[in-house]
């Protein structure tokens, strides 16, 4: 017996299985400090740079990750105490902005990244609300959390799994998915994928569990809806209402 299968190698800036590209699509790469976009599909040079937490508890920028600060605090990963210096990625995929963060106890520009003090776990965050942008836009309650870095946990973001960016629960799954591979390749496997969010951000961790079993391999929505559309009546009667409230027949 024997068995064939075809394997597609799709584009970094998509489409996957979304359908076709949204247009007009507005970029928004100089807005996150990524520059000038480099085509149509506001696709940017991938940067890298490395902060710290303070002894004061405060995030700093880390100019040279290889001269370590002499108030940078540590955290301790698997009763081994490291230095708390926090690697971010940002590039373009799916034609949204993405940010990958890590602990990186051994920062240095010419070294890959080292997977010593990782916990194995990736926690992808999802944003809020449900809006229709045509852009890249920007994340919403989706960025960096110290606390889980300094649990060993690794980050990652999408502004296309910001719902008030895109309100498209395919696209979302679809960048998510993207991202995910790339942390993959370039990170490590993660034992286990963990979507967390809130309002929006909860809606796609639900309907992409429901939709793409084995995409996120746990979940922690909060403020859940069950999706955009059945909400939709209710939250268009408030603005309305409050429209009405501030009248003189109010």
Known sequence: HTVAITVTNHPKNGPVFSGPHLEPWVCTTEDHGLGAPLDDDCDAETKTTWSYVSTDGSTKDLADPAALADDIATTTIDDVEVPFVIRTEQGVIDRGVYWIWVLDPEPSVDHEWSASAWNERLVYRFGGGCGTSYSQGAPLGAGIDIDLIGRGYALATNTLDTFQSNCNATLSAEA????REHFIEDYGVPEF????????GAIQQLL???NYPGLLDGLSPS??????ISISGGVSDCGLLQEYYGTEFG
Do not use: E, R
């Open 193 to 200: 994928t963990i979507g967390d969010g809130g309002s929006g």
């Open 223 to 228: 403020v859940p809806f069950p999706d955009a």
């Open 176 to 179: 998510a998915l993207m991202t």
């Open 208 to 210: 992409i569990a429901h």
